[in-house]
């Protein structure tokens, strides 16, 4: 079975500051891994994905996230947030051998001006 | 442009009541998912289908039915067995086969009346 923790149910922060909302998972199989945004009152969009090669991988709005398999964490990063930013995050893992996904609880960030 | 469309976006139920939430994409996905939102649980999966005429329980599946007699379409069936039905309803797709990232529609909230 795996289990996926997102720590922080909120992040408050301010316009052009960095962020960092954190997943750690848990796995005894090798996974691939996600993070999704929701915006109020829609479904959740792809943001990035790790399934091989390099550990770092971005998206098009410039956040980040890094796969590091020795703590089983995959922390996604913004170097400066926008208004426009402010959304639940959701992290996902899919072990090997499934195609079910697990979702963590969410992290809300909210971009104060 | 393909995606999934959820209708309607907001339904209410009254007591003893059955209603159905109505999922359809366009992306040739074999694969669809129901999930259910509640604030602070993140997704819970209530079914899920690979193939057309074949469909299993996810985690939370009591009170809830599902067919799927067409590839497009994966409709959701919230019986007046469901207590607690007031919650988020997303639908989602994806490709066949392992590690794929899930695509969803805009929800249905359902509320009791």
């Known amino acids: 079975a795996q289990s996926v923790t997102q720590l922080d149910s909120q992040v408050p922060v301010f316009e052009e500051a960095p962020v960092e909302l954190r997943c750690n998972y848990s796995?005894?199989?090798?996974?691939?891994l996600f993070w999704y945004v929701q915006y109020p009152n829609q479904g959740l969009q792809l943001l990035l994905k790790?399934?091989?090669?390099?550990?770092l991988v971005e998206s098009i709005n410039g956040f980040e996230a890094e796969f590091n398999k020795s703590q089983t964490s995959f922390h996604l990063r913004k170097p400066s947030v926008h208004i426009s930013d402010t959304a639940e995050y959701f992290c996902?893992?899919?072990?090997?051998?499934?195609?079910?996904?697990?979702f963590g609880r969410g992290t809300s960030l909210i971009v104060h001006p | 442009d393909g995606g999934i469309t959820q209708s309607p976006k907001y339904l209410f139920r009254k007591e003893g009541q059955n209603v159905t939430l109505s999922c359809e994409q366009n992306?040739?996905?074999?694969?669809m998912y129901w999930y259910r939102q509640d604030p602070g649980q993140g997704l819970r999966l209530i079914y899920y289908?690979?193939?057309?005429?074949?469909?299993q329980k996810g985690d939370i599946a009591e009170g809830y039915s599902v067919s799927r007699e067409k590839k497009e379409s994966f409709p959701l069936t919230v019986t007046s067995a469901q207590k607690n039905p007031t919650a988020f309803y997303l639908c989602?797709?994806?490709?066949?086969?392992?590690?794929?990232?899930?695509?969803f529609g805009d929800g249905t909230r359902l509320s009791i009346l």
């Open positions: 989602a797709s994806s490709i066949s086969g392992r590690n794929q990232p899930q695509h």
């Open positions: 796995s005894s199989v090798s996974v691939y």
């Open positions: 790790y399934l091989s090669g390099s550990t």
């Open positions: 996902a893992v899919i072990r090997e051998g499934s195609y079910i996904p697990t």
């Open positions: 992306l040739n996905h074999d694969a």
């Open positions: 289908s690979q193939i057309v005429n074949d469909f």
